[in-house]
């Protein structure tokens, strides 16, 4: 079956750096969407991507879906200390109904 | 301007006994999703209903898990004879799905098991 994998585990970033982290799928998408867990909350959605190679921008975030629609990205410039949390990816199957496949997540830690 | 509602927040419960999670979706959205999340791990999908129907269960145990979406009233995950494995957060979530594609999904806070 599908498998979303995502790299790296954890983030531990120096308040003002940039970082990426990338999310990985065994079969080819119909779209990726991606949802950031605060600590001790619920995932809250933040983007889907639709379009081989599409690239969307949310202020400080970057978005990008691979041309092969197998593959993402999401970089963060300039990292505020409000953006730890959990990052998700999640995968939707190009059948029926499109059953997201969420990766295992990318946690955030940022230091002052 | 409601959100996904879930209750309870934390639900402690004995071995053997019964666990009943209770979600209702966005005022307006008729697709509800359960996914499973152990502590530093993604979510699992478990089921995805619609109002009276079960679209997709493969994500469930096949026993002593159960789910519905009645007509009236929330949705209901239910456990039976609960063990220590089943300790994790059931989310719910519920989405629009006005076409064919994925759409985003609002998720509920969650409810934490503790099975003792």
């Known amino acids: 079956g599908q498998q979303v994998m995502q790299i790296p585990q954890y983030q531990h970033v120096q308040e003002g750096e940039d970082f990426t982290t990338y999310c990985n799928s065994s079969?080819?998408?119909?779209?990726i969407q991606w949802y950031k867990q605060r600590p001790g909350g619920h995932p809250v959605f933040l983007i889907q991507?639709?379009?081989?190679?599409e690239v969307k921008k949310q202020k400080r975030l970057t978005f990008q879906f691979g041309e092969a629609k197998k593959n993402s990205s999401l970089h963060i410039t300039a990292t505020q200390t409000t953006d730890v949390g959990t990052y998700f990816c999640a995968g939707g199957e190009t059948d029926s109904w499109g059953k997201l496949q969420f990766g295992a997540g990318t946690q955030v830690v940022v230091t002052p | 301007n409601a959100g996904v509602m879930q209750n309870p927040r934390h639900l402690v419960r004995r071995r053997g006994q019964e666990a009943r999670l209770r979600c209702s979706p966005v005022k307006g959205h008729s697709h509800v999703y359960w996914y499973r999340q152990l502590p530093e791990e993604g979510l699992k999908f478990m089921v995805y209903?619609?109002?009276?129907?079960?679209?997709?269960e493969s994500g469930m145990p096949k026993e002593r898990f159960s789910a519905e979406f009645p007509k009236e009233g929330p949705s209901i995950l239910r456990i039976q004879q609960v063990v220590r494995g089943d300790s994790a957060a059931y989310f719910c979530?519920?989405?629009?799905?006005?076409?064919?594609?994925?759409?985003?999904?609002?998720f509920g806070s969650g409810t934490q098991l503790s099975v003792l």
């Open positions: 991507l639709v379009k081989s190679g």
């Open positions: 209903l619609q109002k009276e129907n079960i679209i997709d």
């Open positions: 079969t080819t998408l119909s779209n």
């Open positions: 979530a519920s989405s629009l799905r006005l076409g064919g594609s994925n759409e985003k999904l609002f």
